[in-house]
């Protein structure tokens, strides 16, 4: 058999016209597929400044959110802490006072002393 028999013989048997079908089915949808790819990146790249802008200020109403939580949470602390911190000035103060006052009055009263003794 020739060879021009034997390629004959290929391309008119089903096996062959199977293959090409096959081919030609999957050249089909990958055209299709592009098409709706560059279809919908169109409409991506149309839409994407505004979903762009719409998640960037949803990104920004939680972080000012955020943010003023956070700022009410140390106003809180600070709140507490300057509470506690003006509650222990008190007791060191009240403690303090007859000390400081006791110490005061020695002062002058020595003063004072020394003062006559060297008239």
Partial sequence: ?????????ITESKPFYALT?????????ARSYASTVQDKAEVVARELPEKAKGYADAA??????????????????????SGEAALE??????TAEPAI??????RRTGRARATTSQS
């Avoid at 058999?1 to 013989?9: G, H, L, S, V």
């Avoid at 920004?60 to 802490?81: E, H, I, P, W």
């Avoid at 000035?89 to 009240?94: A, H, I, N, P, Q």
Wanted: proline content about 0%; overall charge positive.
């Fill in 101 to 106: 006052a006791a110490e005061t009055t020695s």
């Fill in 60 to 81: 920004a109403t939680r972080f000012n959110r955020l943010y003023d939580d956070l700022a009410s949470r140390g106003r809180k602390v600070v709140s507490r802490v």
């Fill in 1 to 9: 058999m020739t060879i021009t028999t034997q390629a004959k013989k």
């Fill in 89 to 94: 000035l008190t007791e060191v103060s009240e």
């Fill in 21 to 29: 079908g096959a081919g030609d089915f999957a050249v089909e949808k």
